[in-house]
């Protein structure tokens, strides 16, 4: 339970619903063990004797008898309670409900509360989980598979959750079950010298370490490698969900299923490996308490114990041993949530690489000036920028053109800081970027993207993410800008339309005005357009050129483009190619400079002919 003693304070916003809880399992516990083998050896008799009642001993202790092993007891108090023959019987019916309502009324308090504790908890859990990943840079989510993250953040934040309450409260429960079990068999060896020899059938109590402990080993590896397999089989899930058109175009539904067959059949195999090792120790245990039982009875007809002695023993032995089972199965949730705990903690130790510094630099209004300076820059060991510089001054506008590979995507990432450089710097009016808290700088930057993601909400709502505290009217106004509010208002709901799952309801050409009205709603002073065209033909690429025409007007902007069309705003033009800025200048310039440049340029032009 140690590596989970740092999760402790998750807790605390409930501890004191849980302390509670765990006082109505400890109630419950002492009421199972002591309570009912009570009323056993008092209740059953008097009800079924067959003769007047006589007085009832509850407690005839005597200080100057031995006790077990011929240990002198003088230093014990001497104890009588006697209960009158005139209330035996009323004692005897009354005492049984009693310990029913108690043990009922207790493990309800227990059961209810603690649920509401583990829902509080995992609500916590998994909002320290998706609080992290908010903040991990890109590059981890390119090393993760969404699908793997996704059954981290629901199902092994539900282990962590069951060792975190469920486990502690059956670490109270059960030891007072069986100290109380164990109590009444002291209790009544006090009382009887032959009952004494009783007490020898818990010496088989500590072998039933030894299944635990042999099972929580194997349960653990065999956990991880469910944990793992689980990951897998969500990720599988996820791509297929995400990619139906293309799963259909390509005749790849047998593909698929295949795939999935395979990764629920290793699933399935992984399962019942736990399954097996989990379900083992019950009935190991029980063979070990059996033989206890067994040894207990020899030990009780050699001492002449009477019956009703006997059965009430014999059921505090069963509540000894129960106790100890479940102890064993939570030692195997244990290795569970330990093999979950191991997995979130790859995230939670993910090391946030992109973050605000220890002493912002105020960032102020922003202008627009951009500097690199020699700039170099990897995903991996292997540089995609190696020594790029240059300046763009507030309000240029700067189309970055090269072939696939050469740089482009990873220049404009910079800017906003989405990773950070390995060599030289990026300033915003003068300041690195390092220096500014994430907020300041990206609240100055606007981002329209070839294939624009918009959440499953309203129109309205998708639009307003540009910027959340921004009036009804704003909106309206940057979707007219973005001449999107005809197709909107034309939709049978409006602005309450629901966009459905990254927007699948809405075509492309929509989809993209939508992203433009977040921009023109932003209205930050940079402004990156990553080939926010070459997704939609060319019908809707002019009608939404028209729009950008006006977006970019005064602000800094960087446009990546295949189409050479859509950056016809461009005043200058950064070449690209294999990471570095091969020309600089106006159009005119570099396709006399560049035959890299030109040889695109004429090949986009033929084929337009053509």
Not at 334 to 362: C, F, M, S, Y
Request: hydrophobic share 45%; with cysteine.
């Amino acid at each position: 339970m140690k590596k989970f003693l740092p999760y402790y304070p998750m807790l605390k916003p409930v501890i004191g619903t849980f302390v509670i809880a765990l006082l109505c399992g400890a109630l419950s516990g002492i009421a199972s063990g002591f309570g009912l083998p009570l009323m056993l050896k008092k209740v059953l008799p008097v009800l079924f004797a067959g003769t007047a009642p006589q007085d009832l001993e509850l407690i005839n202790f005597d200080s100057s008898q031995e006790l077990f092993g011929g240990i002198s007891a003088t230093w014990l108090p001497d104890i009588h309670l006697v209960v009158p023959a005139n209330y035996v019987l009323i004692f005897a019916l009354l005492l049984m409900p009693l310990v029913f309502i108690i043990r009922g009324v207790a493990m309800f308090g227990n059961t209810y509360l603690l649920n509401l504790c583990g829902i509080r908890v995992l609500e916590s859990i998994r909002m320290k989980l998706f609080t992290h990943l908010q903040h991990l840079h890109l590059g981890f989510f390119g090393k993760n598979k969404s699908g793997d993250l996704l059954s981290r953040t629901t199902g092994d934040t539900m282990l962590v959750k069951t060792v975190l309450v469920e486990v502690t409260n059956d670490l109270v429960i059960q030891p007072f079950t069986l100290v109380g079990a164990v109590g009444f068999i002291v209790w009544s060896a006090f009382q009887s010298a032959a009952t004494q020899q009783f007490l020898l059938s818990l010496c088989v109590v500590p072998i039933s370490v030894l299944p635990v402990q042999f099972i929580g080993k194997r349960l653990l590896k065999r956990s991880k490698k469910m944990l793992v397999s689980a990951g897998e089989l969500s990720s599988v899930l996820s791509e297929s969900l995400q990619a139906p058109r293309e799963i259909r175009a390509y005749n790849l539904e047998e593909r698929e299923c295949s795939r999935f067959r395979k990764c629920v059949r290793d699933f399935f195999a992984l399962q019942m490996k736990c399954v097996k090792y989990d379900k083992m120790l019950t009935p190991l245990i029980e063979i070990i308490a059996a033989c206890s039982i067994s040894f207990a009875v020899y030990q009780a007809a050699a001492a002449k114990l009477d019956q009703d002695t006997v059965i009430a023993l014999v059921g505090a032995l069963y509540f000894a041993y129960d106790p100890i089972k479940k102890l064993g199965k939570i030692n195997n949730r244990v290795k569970e949530g330990t093999a979950g705990l191991a997995r979130l903690e790859e995230i939670w130790q993910a090391p946030i690489e992109v973050a605000d510094p220890a002493n912002p630099h105020p960032l102020g209004v922003v202008r627009g000036e951009i500097n690199f300076r020699d700039v170099t820059f990897g995903y991996t060991d292997v540089p995609v920028l190696r020594g790029v510089s240059f300046e763009a001054k507030p309000g240029d506008t700067i189309a970055l053109v090269g072939p696939s590979g050469a740089g482009k995507s990873s220049l404009v990432n910079l800017i906003p800081r989405f990773y950070d450089v390995s060599i030289g710097s990026v300033a915003v009016d003068g300041i690195d970027v390092r220096d500014v808290r994430l907020a300041d700088l990206r609240k100055n930057i606007a981002i329209v993207s070839q294939e624009p993601i918009l959440f499953n909400d309203t129109i309205y709502n998708n639009i307003l993410i540009g910027r959340l505290d921004a009036t009804r009217e704003e909106v309206i106004a940057a979707a007219k800008r973005a001449s999107a509010l005809e197709f909107i208002e034309s939709l049978d709901n409006g602005w309450d339309t629901v966009v459905g799952e990254r927007g699948g309801r809405l075509s492309g050409g929509q989809r993209q005005r939508i992203a433009v009205a977040r921009a023109f709603l932003r209205d930050a002073p940079i402004l990156i357009l990553d080939e926010a065209t070459s997704a939609l033909d060319t019908e809707s690429e002019a009608q939404i050129q028209v729009s950008l025409e006006e977006l970019v007007r005064g602000r800094t902007t960087f446009m990546i483009a295949h189409r050479f069309s859509s950056i016809r705003t461009a005043k200058r033009i950064l070449v690209f190619d294999e990471g570095k800025i091969i020309a600089d200048g106006p159009h005119e310039k570099i396709y006399e400079s560049c035959p890299l440049y030109r040889g695109l340029y004429d090949q986009q032009a033929m084929e337009k002919i053509s």
